[in-house]
């Protein structure tokens, strides 16, 4: 079963199977200890440290392992905040950083401190300008992710790190997606990073202090791990995690030929083999084996269950796969479709044939998804005649896709220049619908609040 969903959780590499086998035999005792066991445990402890600062190009002893890299992100942006109070209480962060960063972020607001999500452009990538100007006297630390874990966009991070180094305020780099196919460039300052990402095992993260950075760690005080990551470390995970690093990074400039080639052909048919679809995601400046799309009229949530039952293991930053029934905040800071979003990352050694395969069924499981969503019927209604006559669409109490199909499908019984009007409690139908109407070719007018939810109103130009 191929397994397309490497981005969330990479499936474990061979060489961290065998250095962990072989390190629950040898690195089980505490390496704290001066016995024999503890100093074997000790050496295996050191040689990990060693290749992950290799790897990442710091050195040992700026470098701890976390239990994973949520606990880095965490740590990292608090230690970094506390070590830096004097100069300020200001926290900057992209408007597309992953869950971890924003939920620290918001932790950071509740208790007093301010924060700046600094916006993105449509490909998903923030401008190094507008990321500069968000600087100011009482910033202590920024944050941007290195590439984007939704759409693999990749950031400019060495540009947004000088300036910050004019500055004077520390750059915290969430390395997560990247570091398995390459060190991050520029001069950051702080780097958190998570094993499970590049084939390691899950339960190791990374987190990188440059010395010079104020840090205070916060919570109590522990001696191992310098202070930063308490707790008796687990140290079969961290040198397979180690291990893993090394054996990936020594594949990465191939493999990542070869998965580039295999998703621009998946960024090139998807849109031909499957009418009514946004690529999405910088088409150049991006991870190699990452392609994320959006289809119109389609369930999200419908669509990974078939695609599942297809024999495929895909993810989605669709409302309709998600708990709260919110768009992704990524496709939402983008601005592009939602509804109906297929994120495909492919794993080192994705074959060939499996691409080809999912470009076969792809188009039967959308297209099948649409038809059992094209059934309902919407409730029509013609207001009075003049200049803000509108067809009504209400699509209350529906969740995606239904009111952009609703809009859809009564577009052509306005005329050109006639107005229609969709009446939308779901959250999704504000970034949805004036998605819709850059890819149809109409005219987005606007949204006003009503009773229920908002009434977006559309201009058919064709």
Not at 26 to 42: H, V
Not at 236 to 251: F, G, K, M, N, T
Not at 396 to 402: A, T
Request: charge should be negative; include cysteine.
């Amino acid at each position: 079963m191929p397994y397309f969903d490497a981005a969330s959780a990479a499936p474990l590499h061979p060489v961290a199977r065998q250095a962990l086998t072989a390190s629950l035999d040898e690195g089980w005792a505490d390496p704290a200890r001066l016995y024999k066991e503890g100093r074997r445990a000790r050496l295996l402890l050191d040689a990990a440290r060693e290749a992950a600062a290799e790897a990442v190009g710091c050195r040992p002893d700026e470098l701890v392992f976390t239990p994973s890299g949520t606990a880095a992100v965490h740590s990292g942006i608090a230690g970094a905040l506390a070590g830096r109070r004097r100069t300020g209480h200001h926290l900057i962060v992209s408007a597309v950083e992953h869950s971890s960063v924003l939920h620290a972020a918001e932790v950071h607001r509740s208790g007093g401190g301010t924060v700046t999500e600094v916006p993105v452009d449509r490909t998903g990538a923030v401008r190094p300008s507008e990321f500069g100007g968000a600087l100011r006297p009482d910033t202590a630390l920024a944050c941007l992710q290195s590439a984007n874990h939704e759409v693999g966009t990749l950031q400019p991070v060495a540009e947004a790190a000088e300036a910050c180094r004019a500055a004077g305020v520390p750059l915290l780099v969430d390395a997560a997606q990247s570091l398995g196919w390459g060190p991050v460039e520029g001069g950051w300052s702080l780097l958190a990073a998570s094993a499970h990402k590049w084939g390691g095992p899950s339960g190791v993260g990374l987190l990188v202090v440059r010395k010079g950075v104020r840090f205070a760690p916060r919570g109590p005080r522990d001696e191992r791990e310098s202070g930063r990551a308490p707790g008796f470390e687990n140290l079969p995970a961290i040198v397979a995690a180690a291990a893993s690093l090394r054996a990936v990074r020594a594949e990465a400039a191939q493999e990542a030929a070869r998965l580039r080639e295999l998703t621009e052909r998946i960024r090139a048919r998807v849109p031909a083999l499957v009418p009514d679809v946004e690529v999405v995601g910088d088409p150049e400046r991006r991870l190699p084996g990452v392609v994320t799309f959006s289809c119109l009229y389609v369930d999200g949530e419908t669509v990974l269950h078939e695609l599942d039952r297809a024999g495929f293991s895909v993810s989605s930053g669709s409302s309709c796969t998600s708990s709260t029934l919110t768009p992704s905040h990524v496709l939402k800071a983008m601005g592009v479709l939602s509804e109906g979003n297929v994120r495909v990352s492919l794993p080192p050694g994705t074959g060939e044939e499996d691409v080809e395969r999912f470009l076969d069924v792809l188009p039967g499981v959308v297209a099948g998804v649409r038809e059992k969503l094209g059934a309902p019927v919407s409730r029509t209604e013609s207001v009075a005649e003049g200049p803000d006559a509108a067809l009504v669409v209400d699509a209350l109490g529906r969740r995606c896709p239904i009111p952009v199909i609703e809009l859809a499908k009564v577009i052509g019984d306005v005329p050109v220049g006639g107005l229609v009007r969709v009446l939308s409690d779901d959250e999704a139908a504000r970034l949805d619908i004036p998605a819709w109407c850059e890819m149809r070719g109409q005219e987005y007018v606007g949204e006003q609040p009503a009773d229920r939810g908002a009434a977006y109103t559309v201009r058919r130009l064709s």
